[in-house]
């Protein structure tokens, strides 16, 4: 591999991920933020299409957001409750813990609907706290829980929550892109993403889908001046494609481009069929060599996969890590707390060979160990 050569490796983690050399290209130019070719030829660009992608309903509108995918969440969880409203959170892994994070930073009121890292969320509970708590005006869940690959059963949540006519915060930063769905048809009224998961761009800011009728109804609502998502909408809005304040030109140039890259690829479907392979190849190869997965199949994604880590006295992650980065492959550690795991993601510019190459590092480190 000549990219390995020249001291680089396939990034096997949920973002920043591996990108082609196309979209790592469209960043070798300087662009300034207030003529036509950036704002309506990319940035407006990138909001209509991010909105196509997401539903195929009318009344969605899109704004984009500077800093990592945290800041989009805290903008639309800061923004969009109003002082006198209450979110719950579901909360089955570290994602969710962060937007519970969220609310206490802002100290909004806070619901907190937990179950462990390995367990779906209970919806009988849910039914039970939105049929019991009033005062609950949002209800905010992760789609992929990156914590573990758990694939949360978002369909079920958001029916529930419109049967008592809450607003649905959605957290697919690590499925936007990569896993069909159609957030009009789910109800979801506000959907969280960044540049650097399933699209493929490169890190740098973050983007909300929202109902455009839910969204207008924020004005005034936002904790804090950077992270207003309605202020953020109605400037891009009203200026055709321009940011509030410096948007990240360079990453935003890219994002363009990786758009165009997953049209190139047959859009979300052909996209989810890869991950989906090498997800399947990875764990059947893991399988193989004596390692199990952490979730049951039915209840994973196909955007990472996190492993129990090798009961052998020498294992260590740390020399694991290091023996598969020396061979061009860069895994992640585990995140869960009940049990010792380490994981490996399938998103980005990840195909077949790669996944092949890398179960033969691992088969060779394995046969290291005593
Ligand atoms: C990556 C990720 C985020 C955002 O993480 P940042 O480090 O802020 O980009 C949020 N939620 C989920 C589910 C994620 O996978």
Known sequence: ????QNGHYVLLTPGPLSTSMTVKQAMLKDWCTWDDDYNKGVVEAIRGKLVTIATRQPGYTCALMQGS???SVEATIGSVIPSDGKLLV???GAYGARMVQIARYLNIPCHVLKSPETEPPNLTELQRALEQDSAITHVAVVHCETTTGMLNPIEEVTALARQFSKRVILDAMSSFGGIPMDIGELGVDFMISSANKCI??????????AKQAEL?????????LSLDLYDQWRHMEDNKGKWRFTSPTHTVRAFHQALLELEIEGGVVQRHKRYSDNQKTLVQGMRKLGFTALLPDELHSPVITSFYSPQAADYS???FYDFLKNKGFVIYPGKVSSADCFRIGNIGEVFQKDVLQLLAAIEEYVNRLP
């Open 216 to 224: 207008a109804q924020c004005e005034g609502r936002a904790r804090s």
């Open 317 to 319: 992650f740390k020399t």
């Open 69 to 71: 995918g945290t800041a």
């Open 1 to 4: 591999m000549n990219e390995q």
């Open 200 to 209: 493929q761009g490169v890190p740098g800011f973050g983007f909300v889908i």
């Open 90 to 92: 579901i909360d089955n």
